[in-house]
């Protein structure tokens, strides 16, 4: 996206969207269908929510795919997630990467299989150089995980002599955790009608602002994500400030 679409839209456009995408398995159960046929509509919606971050210009989008607790699920599920997400990269990478999008992903996928793994290094290696729609999947994610391995990263740091606790700062914090890099995430949306953040960006999101919307995920459509930007478009964010100061800046174009 340029530049001067970014200045056209300040506060309107969220430069960072992050989705809990929620309700695959109810989205199902209202159908008679089994869980997997929600997960694979699931995918659906995925793939027609990225195109349209594309579409509209939106920096970064982050997905979460698979949560480090969802591996609490039956094992079956579990195998068919795994086999979903490598179909869908298997299918969708070579438009993905056509349309410039950059795919990164989160999360401890260690223990996913070999064959998953591979596809997800390679998606990330053939999308380094793009330069689009910054889209990150959450997989095997937790935040408490992803505070633990930047806490890691930093106490390295400083048995190496890189660096001194008393340099230990929030920005040191957020450069070592996930997303580092990219702008902190403006819009959460929540689907499935759940009002919790389920150990996703802990981090993150302290100043995000949260959309929950009862649709199942499957439903999230275009215009479904349309009233979520909508409502984001409204919202006055204020970072500790008053209105007052914030309404001041808007006219003066600074605080
Ligand atoms: C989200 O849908 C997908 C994943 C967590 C992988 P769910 O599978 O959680 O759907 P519900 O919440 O049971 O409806
Ligand atoms: C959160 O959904 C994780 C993902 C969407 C990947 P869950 O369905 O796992 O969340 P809880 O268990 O209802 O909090
Ligand atoms: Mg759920």
């Known amino acids: 996206m340029s530049e001067a679409a970014f200045i056209n839209s300040e506060n309107t456009l969220p430069r960072h969207v992050a989705i809990i995408m929620d309700g695959n398995g109810r989205w199902a159960q209202q159908k008679n269908k089994p869980r997997h046929s929600g997960h694979k509509a699931g995918v659906e919606a995925t793939r027609n929510i990225i195109q349209e971050c594309a579409r509209r210009g939106i920096e970064a989008l ?12 039956p094992k079956s599920e579990v195998n068919l997630l795994m086999e979903l997400f490598l179909t869908a990269l298997q299918r969708e990478l070579s438009k993905l990467h056509k349309n410039n999008v950059r795919i ?25 150089g ?23 990263a930093i106490v390295d740091e400083v048995k190496a002599g890189k660096i001194d606790p008393n340099d230990i700062t929030e920005e040191s914090i957020s450069a070592h ?22 150990n996703f960006l802990l981090w993150q999101l302290v100043y995000t602002e949260l959309y929950f919307t009862d649709i199942l995920w499957p439903d999230f459509d275009v215009s479904a994500f349309d009233q979520a930007l ?18 001041t800046k808007l006219n003066n174009g600074r605080l």
């Not at 793009?130 to 890691?152: F, H, K, M, P, Q």
């Open 177 to 198: 955790i996930c997303l580092s890099g990219i702008p902190e995430p403006d819009l959460f949306i929540r689907t499935g009608g759940e009002k919790r953040i389920s």
């Open 62 to 73: 982050t997905i979460f795919a698979f949560s480090s607790e969802n591996w609490k699920r």
């Open 230 to 247: 909508n409502a984001f478009s409204v919202r006055q964010r204020r970072f500790g400030r008053t209105a007052e100061q914030i309404e």
């Open 104 to 128: 990164r992903f989160i999360g401890n996928t260690s223990s996913f299989p070999e064959k998953l793994q591979k596809k997800i290094s390679h998606a990330s290696d053939q999308t380094a």
């Open 130 to 152: 793009n330069t689009g729609l910054n889209l990150t999947i959450a997989a095997g994610y937790g935040g408490r995980w992803d505070i633990v391995e930047s806490v890691r």
